[in-house]
C-alpha cells in the first residue's frame, strides 16, 4: 500500500534536481576536493608549482603536540559552550512559557545576541571582561589577581566560553520556545490537576516532550561552536595565553592565512570536517536511539 | 523610420560615451594595509595625487589590515584580479620576494622611468627591502624603527634627566622607580619585533643562522643561545619584582595607552606611535624617546626598520603601469611624499633627501614633532651589518606567533624561560623547513 510519486520522465527529474545538486557540489564538493588536493601537496602561497607530498602533511599535524592541545581544548569549549546554552536557553524558554508578564518583551529580547556577528560579540566581551578596564575590574580590586584572561589559560577560556554560550542562547531560545509551545496546554493543565506543581510539570511533562528538539540544538551547538567560533577567538584571545584557546578552526585560520601554509591549514579542516562528521554520526546513533518523536 | 532614426540616436550616443571614455583618466587599483587614522592619510595620499594631476586616476581600496591586504592580493592574484600597486608589511617581503607574481621596483623604475635615487634611502632601509645582489624590489613607503618611550617625571623623581644607555643601567633605573613610589616602571607585551628583533639587531646579535636568512631558505633560528634568553629572563625578573607589567588589549590597555595615560613610567614601541601618544596622552605627561638601551653602549648596531613597502603586481597592461609609475613617483618624492607622511603620521622619512627636507622646513624643532628625529638617529646608529640588516626567514608570522606563545608560557610561569625558547625555536626551525620544502629548487633573489 505503499504510495510514492515517482516521475516516469527521467530527464524531467534530472532536471528538478539538477539546481540543487549543482549548489551542493559548488558549495561543497569541490571546495572540500581542492582542500583535500591542498592537504596532500605542498601549495605555495601564489600557487604555481605543488609537490604531491601523500600525508605528508597529516603526519605533521597528527605529530604536533601543540595539536593535539588544540584538539582537546575544541572538545573541552563545544561540551561547555554547549551544556551551559542550552540550560540557560531551556531555562528562559520554561519561564517565557508560562506567560509571565511581559512575556513578549523577553521573547524578542532573548534572541537578540544571536543577530550580533561573532566577531562583535567578542569586542564586547573583550570590554567587559577586561582585567583593568572591565566592568570585571571592580571583582580584581576586591580580589586581586583573581580574574586575569590575558595571563590565566582557564580564564581565557571561560571567557570565550561565556562569550559562545551568550550569542547561542538566544537560538536555542526560540527552538525550544517554539517546542513548548507546540505541546498542548490540556496535557499540562492535566498535569496541574493531579497535583504537579510547576518544577514537577517541567520536569515531568514538558522536557521529555521538548527532547528531539534538545536533541537537535545539540547537534547543532556542538557543530556551531567546532567551526564557527572563530570570530571570538580572533577578537579576544588569539589563541592565547600561551594557547591555551588555540580552537581547531581558529589553528586553521592562523596558519593558512596568517601562516599562508595553505596545505597545512587544509589538512587540518580535512580532520576537523572528520571529526565534526564523526561526532554527529555518534549523535545520531546513541543519542537519538533515546529520543521518541511524537 | 521611427525606428531607424531611434538606433541612430542609439548608435550616436554610444560614440559619445565611447568618446568621453577615451578622455576618462586611466584607472589603476592600489590596495593598502593600514587602518583607522594610518587608512585615512593613505587615502588622502590618493586623493591629492589625483588631483594633482588629470591624465591618471588611483582606485585606493583599505584591507582592513597589512595581513589582510597580504591575504586579499594572494586570493585575488589567484584569481587574477590583484591591484596593480600594493602595500605590504615587512613580515611579507619574503613571501613577495619569492612569489614570481611581481614586478620588481628597481626594473619598473628603469622601463617606466621613475629616476628614483636608489642611493638616498637610508642604507638600513635600502638593506631590508633589497635582494642578495642589493636591487630594491618594493619601493619603501611608511617606515618605523623601535624607540624607547620614557616619562621625563619619573626619571626626574630618582635625580635623572637622561634615559638609560644600556639595559643594566635600566634595571638599576627600574628599581630606583619603584623605590621613589612608581607603581609601573615598564610597560611590555610579547610583541617579538621590540623584544626579540630590535633587541638584536641593536646590540649586533644574530636571530637566525645564514644572515638572519639573507643567505638562502636553510636558515635557523638561533635565538635561544644569545643574550636575547638572558634579556626575557631581566623582564621575568623585572615583572615578578612588580618593576613592570604586562599590558595587552587582552589586559585592557595595550603598552601605547599604558604610557599615554601615565600608569606606566616607560616602554619600548614602534616611533610610529608618537602621534598616537601626542594626540592621546594626559596632560602634562613629559615625555621624550630615546633609542633603545642596549647591552654595551660603545658597541650600538642600527635598529631595524618596520612598516610597509609598496609593491608593483606582474600581468598588467602598459596604461596601468604608466598610471602607477606617475602614482609611485608622487608618494615617494621628498616632498609630495616623504613629507607628507611624515606631518601626518608618526612613520619617518626614508631618504636622506626626505629627512633634509623636514630638518629645513623646521619640523623637528616642532614641539609636536619633536624627538622624532631619534628614530633616525637609531636607524643610522651604525653601518649596516649582516645581523643588523633585517631578518629574511619564510613564515615570520607563524615563527613571531610561536615566540610568543612561549613567551606567554614562560611567563605566566607554567616553564622556564630557556626551555620555552628553545621549545619556541625548535618549532619554528620546523616552520622554516616546510616553507624551505614549500619552495624546493626556489632560491632567494
Redesign the interface.
Known sequence: MEKRATFSNLWLAAAFIAPQILLVFIFFYWPSGEALYWAVT????????N?W?GFLNFE?VFTDP?YWGSVRVSLIFAAAATVISLAIAALLALFVDRRLPGHQVYRFSFFLPYALAAPAVGLAF?FIF?????FV?AINRVFPDLW??????WD?LALIVFAQSWKMVGYNFIFFLAALQSIPRTMIEAGAMDGAGVLRRMRDIQLPLIAPTLFFLMVINITDSFVDSFGIVDI??H?????ATDLMVYKIY??G?????Y??AAAQSIVLMLLVMALTFVQFRFIERRIHYR | MKRLTLLASAVAALAIASGAQAQERIKFEFWYGLTGDLGEVVQKHCQLFNESQDKYEAVCTGQGGYDKAEQNTIAAYRAKQHPTVVQIYDAGTVNFLLSGAIYPAAKFDKDYGLNIDWKAYFPGIANYYATSTGEMWSFPYNSSSAVFYWNKDAWAKIGKSEAPKTWAEFGEDLKALKAAGVECGFAFDFDTWQNMEQFSATNNLPIATLDNGYGGLGAELVVNKTAFVDHMKDYKAWLDAGYAKIQTSQVGKTITQAFADGTCASTTMSIANHGTVKNTQVAGLNWGVAMFPVIDASKRTNSLVGGASLWVMGGKSKEEYEAAAAFLKYVTAPDTGEKYIAENTGYIPVTTKGFELLKQSGFYADPKYAGREVAIESLTASEVGPLSRGIRLGNFTSIRSEIRSELEAAFTGQKDMQAAIDAAVDRSNQILRRYEQTYKGAALP
Open positions: 605542498l601549495e605555495p602561497p601564489f600557487g604555481g608549482s609537490e607530498v605533521t601543540k573583550r577586561s582585567p583593568d578596564a572591565g575590574s586575569n584572561p590575558a595571563l590565566d589559560g581565557a579576544t584571545t589563541g592565547g595565553p600561551a594557547r592562523f596558519d592565512f596568517e601562516g599562508k601554509d596545505s597545512l
